[in-house]
């Protein structure tokens, strides 16, 4: 069964400092990597999707880099800001099921 | 396209009633999963559909939980007699494809149920 972690649980960063948000899995069969963001009381909103033949994607101010031998993804936000405060959940597909970390809940004070 | 749409967003109801929750996929996605959220248990599938048929349901917890998708657009999850412990967020998610580039899941809002 696919195990996914998330470390550390929560994170507060002043504003400006850029964020680091891990994701272990322990099976590294994986087809994809799928980063989330979700607003307390709302859905889930894609970030970015990382195909496992891919070591990397960026969209604007986030970059995601997948190392899948050693069950590894990290998403970076650069220059945080207030609006990024939110839980950063990370998902692995494998065995058509999408598995979910706990997810980081970061604040960035203002 | 307006996203995955979900309704009701809330949903209150006494122990032993039927709840139904409603799901409209992006349309053309082949792929539609049922999730619930819980903050003891995080994120769990419950079922998932491709192209209308349900090819794994080895998530829904007890008999009591049901769901269909009697045609591309449209899905229910349905849970009958609701217990006080079926309270949780579930989601409804699509996606175009299982792999590849057009892998990306959509969520909609949710639909916070509330057994009492």
Redesign the interface.
């Known amino acids: 069964k696919q195990e996914v972690t998330q470390i550390p649980a929560a994170l507060s960063v002043p504003e400006g400092e850029n964020l680091v948000l891990n994701c272990s899995f322990t099976d590294s069969a994986i ?2 990597l ?1 980063w ?1 963001r979700q607003d307390p ?6 970030l970015l ?1 990382i ?1 496992s033949s891919q070591r990397e994607q960026t969209s604007g101010r986030l970059n995601a880099s997948l190392d899948k031998s050693s069950g590894r993804s990290t998403l970076y936000i650069a220059a945080s800001q207030p609006g990024d405060s939110a839980t950063y ?1 990370c ?1 692995v ?1 494998n065995d ?8 980081t809940t970061v604040t960035v004070r203002a | 396209d307006a996203g ?1 749409i979900q309704s009701p967003r809330h949903e209150v109801t006494e122990m032993g009633q039927e709840v139904t929750l409603r799901c409209k996929p992006i349309s053309g996605h082949d792929y539609l ?1 049922w999730y619930r959220q819980t903050m003891m248990r ?2 769990e ?1 419950l079922i ?1 559909f491709n192209n209308n048929v349900p ?2 349901d080895s998530g829904m917890p007890e008999d009591r939980f049901s769901a269909k998708m009697p045609n591309a657009s449209f899905s229910t999850l349905k849970i009958q007699p609701s217990e006080p412990r079926d309270s949780a967020v579930y ?1 409804c ?1 699509s996606s175009l494809s ?4 057009k ?8 639909t ?1 149920l509330t057994v009492v």
Not at chain 1, 41 to 46: I, M
Request: aromatic content about 22%.
């Open positions: 087809y994809n799928q989330f009381g709302k859905g889930l909103t894609s999707l195909q959940l998902a597909s058509y099921k999408l598995s979910f970390g706990a997810g | 995955v999963f995080g994120l599938l998932y090819i794994d989601f998610a299982w792999t590849g580039e892998a990306e899941a959509f969520f909609g809002q949710g916070r």
